[in-house]
């Protein structure tokens, strides 16, 4: 099993739609979640940060699951700039270091 | 005010070549990391080194080498270079949680 896995997609959507990414990890003693965001032939940035009472950012909700080890990204009003990949991440303690595990992403193209 | 930087950003090279990939970042952290992204886009870490040293390796061939001569600089010095080595390379630093890319580096094995 993959340490952190994510909706296979691809999404294609119409702009102004609202759509969810699901991803869950395995490892139970992971400490920190993330979303990031890649576009094409980039580098990932960091899109938002997820807490465990949930939080928003603008049009993005994150939300978190501990019990379940569940993460989940909401997109309302999807725009034409929000294709690109999201990432999944999870930090957890490798031996001394701390560690960003990457899902495989999520690719998410808005249609006009 | 490039945060991360790498050079080259594309490299192309035949088999059995030996090589090196730049990577500098100015915005003082403590941490810096080498990450593969392979054709299917799957970001895997390879090292990471902290104040200079090697916190992290994974299970990578010992082919490929670290080398951090100060704290803003990492290099991938890659040996004996394989038709699986093509992929993409990121270099990243963080102080704390947020990881900073640079703009990555394709390499083709030819």
Redesign the interface.
Known sequence: RKEVEQDPGPFNVPEGATVAFNCTYSNSASQ?F?WYR?DCR?????LM?VYSSGNEDGRFTAQLNRASQYISLLIRDSKLSDSA?Y?CVV?SL????R????G??TQLTVLP | DTAVSQTPKYLVTQMGNDKSIKCEQNLGHDTMYWYKQDS??????MF?Y?NKEL??NETVPNRFSPKSPDKAHLNLHINSLELGDSAVY?CASSQA???Y????TRLTVT
């Open positions: 920190s993330f890649q980039k580098e990932p940035k960091l940060s990949t990432l930090k490798s031996g001394s270091a560690q960003l595990t990457f495989s992403g | 299917k886009k799957f970001l895997k870490i990471s902290n916190i992290i990121f949680s947020e990881q890319f640079g703009p990555g």
